[in-house]
Antibody, heavy 118, light 108 residues
């Protein structure tokens, strides 16, 4: 069955970087885009961008351009998202999700809490 | 960027009642690219509806979606105790994806 499993919680200081992984299984990795969405405590969902695991191409939300990098490793069916220059406002749960059809997400990772605190 | 506005912010209803949730877009959205999600505390969102009106796999038929252009609706015909949660609409167009602010359906 399809599974999307993320790496564990992280605590980082302001100005640092964090890299979150998202390992997919149960389907052909290169055939479905992976998106990243974050959710600050008590807030709604915010789309960050996507990666095409097949070709490695990416598209980022304007808010995150220049500060977010998404990559993939096809040998391990894993997608990575790195956020640099962290600030306290980046404290959130970060989700990866598989795009099923027409931009909808049918399988989500369990979420990774990233806490930015001095 | 297309802004999605969900209303009401909170809906207080009793089990068995009908819930009607609205999602209004700042500009026209292709119906194919409008989805609805349910999220419970501490959990990832769950896909309910895609393409504005198609139920995702395993979603009960008490959930239905409708609408076009700038106005979309999620209807829960009879609320089950497990349906009390937050609901988000989402659109995808021109390589940009946005979510609405959410509607919380709480027990009255």
């Amino acid at each position: 069955q399809v599974q999307v499993v993320q790496s564990g919680a992280e605590v980082k200081k302001p100005g640092a970087s964090v890299k979150v992984s998202c390992k997919a299984s149960g389907y052909t990795f290169t055939k479905y885009y992976i998106h990243w969405v974050r959710q600050a405590p008590g807030q709604g969902l915010q789309w960050m961008g996507l990666i095409n695991p097949g070709g490695g191409t990416t598209s980022y939300a304007q808010k995150f351009q220049g500060r977010v990098t998404m990559t993939r490793d096809t040998s391990t069916s894993t997608v990575y998202m790195e956020v640099s220059s962290l600030r306290s406002e980046d404290t959130a749960v970060y989700y990866c999700a598989r795009e099923y059809i027409y931009g909808s997400f049918d399988h989500w990772g369990q979420g990774t809490l990233v806490t930015v605190s001095s | 960027e297309i802004v999605l506005t969900q209303s009401p912010g909170t809906l207080s209803l009793s089990p068995g009642e009908r819930a009607t949730l609205s999602c209004r877009a700042s500009q026209s959205v292709s119906s194919s690219y409008l989805a609805w999600y349910q999220q419970k505390p501490g959990q990832a969102p769950r896909l309910l509806i895609y393409g504005a009106s198609s139920r995702a796999t395993g979603i009960p038929d008490r959930f239905s979606g409708s609408g076009s252009g700038t106005d979309f609706t999620l209807t829960i015909s009879r609320l089950d105790p497990e349906d009390f949660a937050v609901y988000y609409c989402q659109q995808y167009g021109s390589s940009l994806l946005t979510f609405g602010g959410g509607t919380k359906v709480e027990i009255k």
